[in-house]
């Protein structure tokens, strides 16, 4: 990208309870509706001053779950731990309606001269939330067999979004993250390994795929902010390694919450990686000021060159069905970061 530190959003937006209803409901008119809603978030990130947008993942019924109109071979449970709903895999996947996120790529392109993003699971992710000791072992005996089956279908799936014209493919990978807690090392016989085989799975999906940019999302779960879920503390040092080894161009990582780390850890990532800085707070309640932002970009300018930076929220607006976030809040926050990088092109350009 030309310009000096792009603005972008993670993903996903708040959806009011009007796109929750055609989200759920399956009456006539809702496609047009939904066309209609999309036109509406994809509007409010031009007029905040975006440069990169997505159409706010209001198509899907479940971030995980979108993997669900990719493949056959899952089912629709209530998770016995929290009582919301579960999509687990029972069956083999077989490929079904390839082309699901595509077709959110196509619409969007059609609708907006700005760069564009798709956003997908990563298959490490679905493993850890889709796969079930007593439901999945049928199919399949071990969790590792269910990640690799999910790396042909997501492979296939960025294949199609490229050629439906996307700038960007990202892939959310808060599992990988997982692996900066001490507390969950210890959980695992081989950490190293854990982490390894969730980067393979990425490059695997990724590997040789050229036309697009490719990224990561290394979510630090900051929608657990919203959910009141468990956050899981410690810099990204311990995945360094793992990090340096993913086939992608960019990863775009969280460094609103002191518990993250240092950015120093940008020292040691490869000099071609372009960072997405998270130094915008997804906490609802809070509206950080434009110069709070650049004030995050500039220690980030200590350790990376100015073009490797593109400013966006830490995470998405709206992690999981149970959050309720204001979309004029989220507004509001995407304009003080179209302000602060108005700011910092003044100061670096």
């Known amino acids: 990208m030309s310009k000096l530190f792009p603005a972008s959003v993670v993903g996903s937006m708040p959806r009011s309870r009007f796109v929750m209803d055609l989200i759920s409901g399956e009456a006539s008119g809702d496609e047009s509706a939904m066309d209609a809603a999309v036109k509406y978030v994809v509007a409010l990130q031009e007029r905040a001053g975006l440069d990169v947008i997505t159409d706010g993942e209001w198509r899907r ?24 709903p579960w999509t687990v895999v029972v069956d083999r996947l077989t490929p079904a309606n390839a082309g699901f996120i595509a077709a959110e790529i196509t619409f ?90 969730a980067v393979d799975m990425v490059n695997e999906v990724t590997q040789g795929i050229d ?7 290394l979510c630090r779960r900051a929608g657990a902010r919203v959910r ?21 161009n960019h990863l775009t990582m969280e460094f609103t919450d002191p518990s993250t780390g240092d950015m120093e850890v940008f020292s040691a990532l490869r000099e071609d990686l372009e960072i997405g800085l998270g130094c915008v707070g997804v906490t609802p309640g809070q509206v950080d000021s434009a110069n709070t932002i650049v004030e995050r970009v500039e220690q980030a300018c200590k350790f990376l060159a100015p073009e490797r930076i593109t400013l966006n929220p830490d995470c998405g607006f709206a992690p999981g069905s149970g959050a309720v976030v204001d979309l004029d809040e989220v507004y509001e926050k995407l304009k003080q970061e179209a302000l602060a990088t108005s700011i910092l092109r003044d100061r670096y350009s």
């Open 61 to 84: 019924k479940s971030y995980i779950g979108v993997i669900a109109e990719l493949a056959h071979g899952f089912e629709l449970s209530t998770n016995p731990a929290d009582g919301r």
């Open 108 to 197: 969007l392109r059609g609708i907006t001269d700005r760069q564009v993003k798709a956003t997908l699971p990563s298959p490490a992710l679905l493993g850890e939330r889709m796969w079930d000791q007593e439901a999945s072992a049928k199919a399949y005996p071990t969790r590792e067999q269910f990640v690799r089956d999910c790396v042909p279908i997501l492979r296939r799936e960025v294949e199609l979004i490229r050629d439906a014209g996307a700038d960007i493919v990202q892939i959310d990978d808060p599992h990988l993250c997982l692996f900066v807690d001490p507390d969950v090392r210890r959980t695992y016989d081989d950490a190293e390994a854990a982490s390894d085989f």
């Open 211 to 217: 036309g697009v940019k490719l990224a990561v999302h």
């Open 228 to 248: 009141g879920e468990r956050r899981h503390g410690g810099g990204y040092g311990p995945i360094v390694q793992q990090l340096n080894r993913l086939q992608v």
